[in-house]
């Protein structure tokens, strides 16, 4: 029944009804074992067209399928994100689901993580990549794996969830620019700097930093190192499962050595080298950067100045890339 002051414009196309709310046009479609449907749209031609929609495929479908379009719309991007993460995320590799978890907990706590999957658009992810960019200053890199775990979500949930009429936001927005090869190196007193405030505010964070300046190890493979995988009389860390697959062994020089053996007496009995988790290293390191004054200067750029210095120590260039990649080429 209408309140006073609605204005009832009757149209009766089979079974669509289109009248006046206020300022607004309301089209409700009813029959008999279907859902009754309700959407309000700025002018009467828009009403009258999508009630023709509506009712087309309303003829061509079984009210099952409406029902799950209807249950489509409520399932949100977190409980995607939670489904993804019990039946997708166990079938990948032990390094790649350490690596996804990081990403989910990201997009967990996203603006996005409340909306419906079949109503993240274009436009809304293009604006979580800009609030990555403009807020959290992720570089184009971190947000394009950000954005292939989406893109992953979205195909499976279209292929084995079912979902109808649900589009892939991934593949209508343009993807950040990946830079040229990074050429970043510590200048000056960056050096100094950064390693004086890395240690106080934290010394494990502090030897992590020299640790991934003498060796050219990714921070990853910092954080996996154990204790079984060092051998300090032969001056050696051996890593298993790199990134490109294969196994490495990476020489470690003495102030290497000084920071594991400091390390050693941080954390007595653990087997794990470290106690950073991904998350927790990457917060900290980016914040000792910015009060060292420092900018432009990745966690990964530590990796590109131990190459270089290897290379400036007269190493030849085969072993630095033995080093590097586990294997010459």
């Known amino acids: 029944m209408l309140s006073v002051g609605q204005v009832l414009?009757?149209?009766?196309?089979?079974?669509a009804s289109i009248y006046k709310r206020g300022k607004y046009w309301r089209a409700q479609i009813r029959r008999t074992g279907y859902p009754i449907l309700n959407v309000t749209f700025d002018t009467k031609e828009d009403a009258a067209l999508w009630a023709a929609q509506k009712e087309k495929e309303i003829a061509e479908q079984a009210p099952e399928r409406i029902s799950q379009r209807l249950r489509a719309r409520e399932f949100t991007f977190r409980q995607a994100l939670e489904r993804y993460q019990a039946q997708v995320l166990p079938s990948?590799?032990?390094?790649?689901?350490?690596?996804?978890?990081?990403?989910?907990?990201?997009?967990?706590?996203?603006?996005?993580?409340?909306?419906?999957?079949?109503?993240?658009?274009?436009?809304?992810?293009?604006?979580?990549?800009?609030?990555?960019q403009e807020e959290k200053e992720w570089g184009a890199n971190t947000i394009r794996l950000h954005l292939a775990v989406i893109s992953h979500l979205f195909n499976v949930a279209r292929r084995e969830w079912d979902i109808p009429d649900l589009v892939n936001p991934v593949s209508l927005i343009r993807k950040p620019k990946l830079p040229r090869g990074r050429e970043r190196r510590l200048v000056g007193d960056e050096e100094q700097r950064l390693l004086a405030m890395c240690g106080a505010k934290n010394p494990e964070l502090g030897d992590i930093v020299r640790f991934a300046i003498e060796t050219a190890m990714r921070q990853g493979e910092i954080l996996d190192l154990t204790w079984n995988n060092i051998d300090l009389q032969a001056h050696m860390a051996f890593l298993k499962d790199t990134k490109n697959g294969e196994s490495r062994t990476v020489p470690l020089s003495m102030t290497a050595q000084e920071c594991l053996e400091r390390q050693r007496m941080r954390n007595p009995g653990s087997p794990r080298v470290w106690t950073y988790t991904a998350d927790g290293l990457r917060a900290s390191y980016f914040k000792a950067v910015r009060r060292a004054g420092i900018a432009g200067l990745t966690f990964h750029d530590l990796r590109h100045?131990?190459?270089?210095?290897?290379?400036?120590?007269?190493?030849?260039?085969?072993?630095?890339?033995?080093?590097?990649?586990?294997?010459?080429h």
Request: charged fraction near 25%.
């Open 9 to 15: 414009v009757q149209k009766r196309c089979n079974m």
């Open 92 to 132: 990948k590799s032990p390094k790649t689901q350490k690596v996804e978890q990081s990403f989910l907990r990201d997009l967990h706590a996203s603006d996005l993580a409340s909306v419906p999957l079949v109503e993240i658009t274009g436009a809304r992810l293009s604006q979580l990549v800009r609030q990555w």
């Open 305 to 328: 100045e131990a190459t270089s210095r290897f290379c400036e120590k007269g190493l030849p260039i085969m072993t630095v890339q033995a080093i590097k990649i586990g294997r010459a």
